[in-house]
C-alpha cells in the first residue's frame, strides 16, 4: 500500500500538464489533467489522517482568534511549571526551539515550541544496523518519564508502530498523526503533551496522580514518525487540535552543543548560548539530558 500511495503522489502532478486545457480544446489536455485524481488514493489510504489534518488546519485560526491574535512567546508568557527532560540519559534535540529559525512547527501554533528527541551515538547516527527494523534504534523501547508532577488527562494506547523506511519518509497507512500520547496537566493552563509511544507501553491512565520522573510509558514509533522518537510541548489546553503551544523552561538539566552534529542535520545550528541559571531553555542541535 506504501508503495502505491507514494507513486499515486507522485503521478498527480502529471496533471500540471494539462493546464492548458483552460485555453485549448485538445483532448490530450484533458486526459492530462485527468492525473490529479491519483490524489484521491492518497485520501483514501488514510481517511483518518486526512481528516486529522484538515481539522489542524482549521485550528489555527480558532486558536489565533481566542488568543486575539496573540499567542505566548519567551517573553510574554512566565510559566507556572519548569520542567524535568522526559527521559533519563543524554539525548539529543533534533526539532525545536523558541524562534522561527529552530521551531519545530512554528506555522502550527500548537507545536511551535514543540521538541523532537533522538539519541544519536558517537557518529551521529540513531541506530546500528537495519534502518528498517525499529528495534535497532536506540531510543527504541526506551522510558518515558513524567516531566512534572501533574494529573494524566488523556492516554491513548491502542495505535500500533508505524513502519519505518530508513530514508526520512513516512509510514502512508498511518491513522492518527500523534500515535499513541499522553496528555498530562501539570497546573492551570499548562499541558503536557508526549505523542509516538510505544503499543501497550503506558502504565497511566486519565484521571491519575503522577510525580516527576515517573516512568509512565516507553518510546515507540506511533504516528507520522519518520523513525523512533519522543515528541514532547507544552500547550494551555488538553486539545492537540485547538490549544497554543508554550515556551518550556527547564530545571535540573544539562545542555550543550552535540558534537559534529551536522553529520545528522545539515541545518544550520542556532547558536546556544548556556546560562549559569538553574532554569534554562534548549534548542535543536543540543545534547541534553537531567542532571542525577
Not at 500511495?5 to 492548458?20: C, F, M, N, Q, R
Given at each position: 500500500?506504501?508503495?502505491?500511495?507514494?507513486?499515486?503522489?507522485?503521478?498527480?502532478?502529471?496533471?500540471?500538464?494539462?493546464?492548458?486545457m483552460f485555453f485549448s480544446d485538445g483532448v490530450i489536455w484533458k486526459y492530462l489533467w485527468l492525473f490529479w485524481l491519483f490524489a484521491f488514493v492518497e485520501i483514501f489510504a488514510s481517511l483518518s489522517l486526512f481528516?486529522?489534518?484538515?481539522?489542524?488546519?482549521?485550528?489555527?485560526?480558532?486558536?489565533?482568534?481566542?488568543?486575539?491574535?496573540?499567542l505566548p512567546d519567551q517573553h510574554s508568557y512566565q510559566p507556572g511549571v519548569r520542567y524535568s527532560l522526559p527521559f533519563s540519559g543524554r539525548w539529543t534535540v533534533?526539532?525545536?526551539?523558541?524562534?522561527?529559525?529552530?521551531?519545530?512547527?512554528?506555522?502550527?501554533?500548537?507545536?511551535?515550541?514543540?521538541?523532537?528527541?533522538?539519541?544519536?551515538?558517537?557518529?551521529?547516527q540513531s541506530c546500528t544496523g537495519d534502518k528498517t527494523v525499529l528495534q535497532n534504534y536506540y531510543c527504541?523501547?526506551?522510558?518515558?518519564?513524567a516531566p512534572a508532577d501533574g494529573v494524566v488527562v488523556e492516554a491513548k494506547d491502542t495505535y500500533k508502530d508505524s513502519r519505518t523506511f530508513g530514508n526520512g519518509?513516512?509510514?502512508?497507512?498511518?491513522?492518527?498523526?500523534?500515535?499513541?500520547?499522553?496528555?498530562?496537566?501539570?497546573?492551570?493552563?499548562?499541558?503536557?503533551?508526549?505523542?509516538?509511544?510505544?503499543?501497550?507501553?503506558?502504565?497511566?491512565?486519565?484521571?491519575?496522580?503522577v510525580k516527576r520522573g515517573e516512568v509512565i510509558a516507553q518510546c515507540g514509533n506511533?504516528?507520522?514518525?519518520?523513525?523512533?522518537?519522543?515528541?514532547?510541548?507544552?500547550?494551555?489546553?488538553?486539545?492537540f487540535l485547538a490549544s497554543a503551544g508554550l515556551p518550556i523552561t527547564f530545571e535540573g538539566i544539562e545542555a550543550k552543543p552535540a558534537k559534529n552534529y551536522d553529520?545528522?542535520?545539515?541545518?544550520?545550528?542556532?547558536?546556544?548560548?548556556?546560562?549559569?541559571?538553574?532554569?534554562?531553555?534548549?534548542?535543536?542541535?543540543?545534547?541534553?539530558?537531567?542532571?542525577?
Open positions: 500500500m506504501n508503495r502505491i500511495v507514494a507513486i499515486s503522489s507522485k503521478l498527480k502532478y502529471v496533471g500540471i500538464l494539462g493546464l492548458p481528516r486529522q489534518s484538515l481539522l489542524q488546519l482549521f485550528g489555527i485560526p480558532y486558536i489565533y482568534l481566542s488568543h486575539g491574535f496573540k533534533i526539532n525545536g526551539g523558541l524562534d522561527k529559525a529552530s521551531s519545530h512547527s512554528w506555522g502550527i501554533p500548537t507545536q511551535r515550541y514543540a521538541y523532537d528527541f533522538f539519541i544519536l551515538d558517537e557518529n551521529n527504541y523501547g526506551r522510558e518515558v518519564l519518509s513516512v509510514d502512508r497507512t498511518t491513522k492518527d498523526i500523534r500515535g499513541n500520547y499522553i496528555v498530562i496537566r501539570h497546573a492551570k493552563k499548562e499541558y503536557s503533551f508526549i505523542a509516538h509511544l510505544l503499543p501497550e507501553s503506558i502504565k497511566v491512565k486519565g484521571g491519575q496522580q506511533s504516528g507520522n514518525t519518520s523513525e523512533p522518537h519522543i515528541h514532547f510541548q507544552i500547550q494551555d489546553g488538553r486539545s553529520k545528522f542535520d545539515p541545518r544550520p545550528v542556532p547558536v546556544y548560548e548556556p546560562t549559569e541559571y538553574e532554569s534554562i531553555t534548549i534548542q535543536r542541535g543540543l545534547w541534553v539530558e537531567n542532571k542525577e
